[in-house]
Structures are given as structure tokens and as C-alpha cells.
């Protein structure tokens, strides 16, 4: 095993593992930058350091990857049927399949323990890596991030700030109302190549009935180009609040434009899982010239298309 260390100027120092097995789940990463930005009027999206996000939720195909890997058995029920994936055979030699056309759609029906143990999965170099400890420690009764963390579930500052954040707005900095770099309501049933587009409103693109493919209105993009952060699916983030809640962020393809603007959010316990919700990922940035590999979850971080 080799082991690579890299810190950042404004967070602890950060432990890159890899493992000698090739990693096969990776993201696109874009990284937010503008560190100490002021908070939204709603109180949420300062934050003091840079980090990365991934420009797409988690879809089937990366889901499907993880359960091959560390669900054979599936003692902590990270497989719920009724979303975009098909278990085939019996415990103990249980495999997994991404039903017709839902691999690029977004994992559902995940409850934020599974998420998190996706997130330590990966942490831990994906194939045979633990799912119970590494960035989150299961065991405990309200994980919270390691201080070693390369790769987490982002906290709702992080989610919010990928979202709305726009340093250029104004002229100084400001938040947008929705995450595609607009304060009026997306459209929904328009040309897919033009901009302020989402994925709600009852609309669902070519399946019906559910969320689209990630990126459908690729040119609907957050000021650090991310995409369907307004609809498509709720996304659990890293926060937990007393006892054990979580504000669900960016609404879903059923909701109304109130929920998939800044202003929604929805209380659910981190035990329960929907349909309409999935997650995406966070990773920290490392300071120039330190040496980096984060456990296969590629995709440098470039330049995005700003729109003013």
C-alpha cells in the first residue's frame, strides 16, 4: 500500500490511501474556489476553504459498482428494489444489474447510512474496502467526518455554496435563487441545449415517472458547473442535525420551483429513503504541488463556462 499526504491552507492535514486493485467508479470534478465568501441571506453557502464536487449525482451504473463490490450478502440493506437496479440470486451470492436505460440516471432509494458507506467504500480504495469506518464511523450514533477525509458527503454549506454561489454576480458576490445561475424559475419542456432548464415540475424526460439522466440540460449549469442541483433528485448532504435529520437540498423532478430553489429544503430522518432522493459527492482540494491520488474518483478539475 502507498500512502500520499496533502494538506490544504485552510483544513487539516488529509491522507490519500490507494490499494493495489484498480479503482472502477469516477467523477467529474469542479472545484469551488472563492474561499470565505459571505453566507446567503438564508444563512447557509459560507465557506472558508476550496473543496471539489462532483458535476453529477451518483447514477445506477456507480451505485450498481459498489453493491457488486461489498453486497454479496447485504447485511446492512444497501439494495432497496423499486429504483433504477436489479438483485439477482441469494444471499450470500447476491449480484447486482442496472435495469435498461437507468445507468445514468441517479441512484434512489438510499437511505444517508448507505450513502455514507458508499462514501467509506470509496475512501477505503472501492473493491474489498470497509464500509463501516473510514471517513464515517457507523458505529457511532451521529457520524461526522473524519479530519483525514479526501473524499465525503458534502455538508449543506458545500452543497448550497456549488448551487447558488456566484462570485462575479453584482459585481462583488451573491447567490442565485435557482442552480442555474438565474433568479426566475427554470423551464421544463424546452430544447435541451438552452439554458435555465431543470428536471421538475412533474416533467421526467423519457421514462416517466421518476428522475433522468444526469446532465440532461447540460447547459443549465451552476456558476462552478454543476448540474441538477435545482430538480431531478433531492440530495442528502453530510450535516445532521438533533437527533439524527437531515435537510434534503435541490428539490426533485415532482416538485415545484419553491423546492428546487435556494429557499427549499426538506426535514427527513437519515434513516428513510424515497424515490426522489440521492446523493452526491465532495472532495477536498490539495494545496499546489502536493503530491494526490484520491482512490480512482478522477477527473481533475477544469475550467467551466461562466455565464454573467
Not at 447486482?96 to 445514468?104: C, I, L, Q, W
Not at 435555465?196 to 449549469?221: E, H, L, M, Q, R
Not at 450535516?239 to 439524527?244: A, G, K, L, N, V
Amino acid at each position: 500500500m502507498k500512502k500520499f499526504i496533502m494538506a490544504t491552507a485552510a483544513m487539516p492535514a488529509v491522507l490519500f490511501l490507494t490499494t493495489a486493485a484498480p479503482a472502477t467508479v469516477v467523477f467529474d470534478w469542479t472545484t469551488v474556489g472563492n474561499a470565505g465568501n459571505a453566507a446567503d441571506s438564508t444563512t447557509y453557502g459560507a465557506v472558508s476553504y476550496d473543496y471539489k464536487i462532483a458535476k453529477y449525482e451518483v447514477t445506477n451504473t456507480q451505485y450498481a459498482e459498489f453493491l457488486n463490490a461489498v453486497a454479496a450478502t447485504d447485511s446492512h440493506t444497501l439494495f432497496v428494489s423499486g429504483g433504477g437496479i436489479t438483485q439477482n440470486g441469494s444471499s450470500g451470492s447476491y449480484t447486482y444489474t442496472v435495469n435498461s436505460g437507468k445507468g445514468n440516471v441517479p441512484v434512489t432509494r438510499v437511505t444517508w447510512n448507505s450513502a455514507a458507506r458508499f462514501i467509506n467504500w470509496m475512501s477505503n480504495g472501492q473493491g474489498s474496502g470497509d464500509t463501516e469506518t473510514g471517513v464515517y464511523d457507523l458505529s457511532l450514533s451521529t457520524p461526522t467526518r473524519a479530519v483525514n477525509a479526501s473524499i465525503f458527503l458534502p455538508t449543506e454549506n458545500e452543497w448550497y455554496k456549488a448551487a447558488y454561489y456566484d462570485p462575479t454576480k453584482g459585481g462583488s458576490g451573491g447567490y442565485w435563487t435557482y442552480a442555474t445561475q438565474s433568479d426566475t424559475a427554470p423551464a421544463y419542456n424546452v430544447p435541451w441545449t438552452v439554458t435555465n432548464d431543470a428536471v421538475y415540475n412533474g416533467w421526467s424526460g423519457p421514462y416517466g415517472g421518476g428522475p433522468t439522466d444526469v446532465g440532461t440540460f447540460s447547459s443549465s449549469d451552476s456558476y462552478y458547473g454543476t448540474l441538477d442541483q435545482s430538480g431531478n433528485v433531492w440530495e442528502w448532504n453530510e450535516t445532521i442535525y438533533s437527533p439524527s435529520s437531515i435537510h434534503l437540498r435541490g428539490g426533485s423532478y415532482s416538485e415545484g420551483a419553491t423546492n428546487i430553489s435556494s429557499a427549499g429544503s426538506s426535514t427527513v430522518s437519515r434513516g428513510n429513503l424515497f424515490g426522489s432522493v440521492g446523493f452526491r459527492v465532495a472532495a477536498a482540494v490539495p494545496e499546489p504541488g502536493s503530491l494526490l491520488v484520491i482512490l480512482g474518483v478522477g477527473g481533475l478539475a477544469m475550467a467551466r463556462r461562466r455565464r454573467s
